[in-house]
């Protein structure tokens, strides 16, 4: 029998879907049989409260949380979320109900010992509910109460060597793709990469020193599997320079239907024959592609990089020999202003070992945008608000066709004067010797 | 402004304000123009660790005050 009666989660239960309502009562059985016979150290019927406290929330169509709190671990600014409910004598099980974020590890690899290690930490000390992930990439533990914090902490970090995520005004958890573990398109090593950076910035990452809050994403390839360029503040995106590598024969194969492209994906129908001229030449973005007399051709110099061709035929296209990265700024989700793609910052910019070119564009940005940017003012905001060519002074780049955005319609730089051989002034009387009244 | 005097400026300052008890990061450059927007950034923290100051989060910003002080501190002290 439920703790409280929720008619109306319930109905969520009746769609085609999973329902985390289902999933809710599982964990929250679970708890009340506690088979392994965990020691549960906040209340046992935690999870019914919850549930009860949303329905509550369903009736009177408002939330019954307290936002935010002084809550965390010493010496720690960020991975912890104070949460608290309004309804504590009815609901007594989410009196205190903390968020806990974990850094993930690169490119999402556990071991299934590890989470199991994880998951038993938490049933312990927590609610047992997990969000796995979350939006910025990291392991989300749901509820648990103030004495835990230090516990949970002290567990994590000298028995897990695990460290917490990030929250707040800091840099948080960074994220990448698998890369180089699994992926043949991985232009630079992700995972290396973010987990350099990740130490390289502990003080940003626990420590809130930003006037909001500011995200790395590494993508090993313009495919973009952690989608930096949408959710990041600063998406470091792996390209490459030189030409696509092309396997002749193997494009006929394609061709001939010896090997199924898109590497056998999307094979639940039957689709035709491949069509080279359709699938792959007339949907390249830049139309710089040709497949004339049993011989495909790519003009690099109007190459966009948008790996359509590579992703269709993986067995005779492969990425150029010449990699690196580009660093794009200021993608954010709509909470002002709406929502914002990344800005091209460095078209190309070496991405080896130990990274040091990146780290000094990194650094010229916060720098900017610590000095610059508003309370609760994310870089995207700043850059719309300052221009984009300010971010590009700090970092001391110059304005490139790579800058502008439609650099073929609308090729047109605000120029300042002292980029401008004469500046603005010139002498009136030499002009009219070319350009009579 | 040596450190001990820069503590002690944020101190002062923030119990002059009787209006509100959680500050941004920024207004805390405002207490110390002098001072290197970083490095106030850092002090800060130092204060926070050795408990004169503490971290307000909403989860997505975070807010610095005066330890104890403000409601939010009485509320959850509390619980």
């Known amino acids: 029998m439920a703790k409280h009666p929720t008619p109306l989660l319930d109905q969520l239960e009746s769609g085609p879907w999973p329902s985390f309502v289902s999933d809710m009562k599982h964990a929250a059985e679970l708890r009340h049989t506690n088979p392994k016979g965990i020691n549960q150290q906040i209340p046992e019927d935690v999870i019914d409260d919850l549930l009860g406290l949303l329905e509550m929330s369903f009736e009177d169509g408002t939330t019954h949380w307290k936002h935010g709190g002084i809550v965390g671990v010493f010496g720690y600014g960020g991975g912890v979320i104070g949460r608290y409910c309004d309804q504590p004598e009815r609901f007594p099980g989410v009196a205190h109900f903390h968020t806990v974020r974990l850094a993930q590890p690169s490119g999402l690899f556990y071991k299934a010992d590890y989470l199991e290690e994880l998951c038993d930490l938490w049933d312990m000390r927590g609610s047992g509910m997990t969000n796995m992930h979350g939006s910025t990439g990291d392991i989300i533990w749901l509820g648990t109460t103030t004495p835990q914090l230090e516990e949970i902490f002290f567990e994590l970090t000298h028995k897990h060597n695990q460290d917490l995520g990030g929250s707040g005004s800091n840099l948080r958890t960074p994220a990448c793709c698998m890369g180089m573990s699994r992926c043949e398109f991985a232009c630079y090593d992700t995972q290396l990469m973010c987990h350099t950076l990740t130490n390289e910035y502990q003080d940003m990452l626990h420590r809130p020193q930003f006037p909001y809050k500011f995200k790395f994403k590494f993508d090993g390839c313009p495919n973009g599997c952690v989608a930096s360029i949408a959710r990041s503040d600063f998406s470091v995106i792996g390209t490459w320079k030189d030409d696509i590598k092309i396997d002749q024969a193997a494009v006929k194969a394609y061709v001939g239907g010896e090997i199924a492209p898109n590497a056998g994906a999307h094979a639940g129908r039957d689709w035709g024959k491949f069509d080279i001229q359709k699938e792959v030449i007339g949907l390249c973005p830049t139309q710089c592609m040709s497949y004339e007399g049993g011989k495909l051709e790519i003009d690099t110099k109007n190459c966009y990089r948008c790996m359509h061709c590579i992703n269709v035929m993986p067995k005779a296209l492969r990425i150029g020999d010449e990699r690196g990265a580009s660093i794009l700024i200021g993608a954010k989700a709509p909470i002002l202003d709406g929502a914002q793609m990344s800005s091209l910052l460095v078209p190309f910019i070496p991405a080896d070992d130990p990274f040091d070119e990146i780290k000094e564009v990194i650094e010229s940005i916060w720098d900017w945008w610590m000095d610059e940017g508003k309370n609760r003012e994310r870089l995207g905001e700043t850059l719309k608000r300052l221009g984009f060519q300010k971010a590009l002074e700090v970092c001391g780049i110059k304005a490139q066709a790579q800058h502008v955005k439609e650099p073929r319609t609308n090729p047109y730089i605000f120029w300042k004067e002292d980029e401008v051989p004469g500046g603005w002034t010139r002498d009136i009387n030499e002009y009219r010797k070319l350009h009579q009244r | ?79």
């Open chain 2, 1 to 79: 402004m040596d450190e001990t005097e820069a503590r002690q400026h944020i101190v002062d300052s923030l119990k002059a304000k009787t209006n509100k008890s959680k500050f941004y990061l920024k207004d805390f450059y405002t207490f110390l123009p002098d001072m290197k927007k970083m490095e106030v950034g850092k002090l800060v923290n130092k204060m926070v660790a050795e408990g004169t100051l503490e971290y307000w989060s909403s989860g997505s910003t975070t807010m610095i005050g005066l330890k104890g002080a403000g409601k939010q501190h009485a509320t959850e002290e509390g619980e």
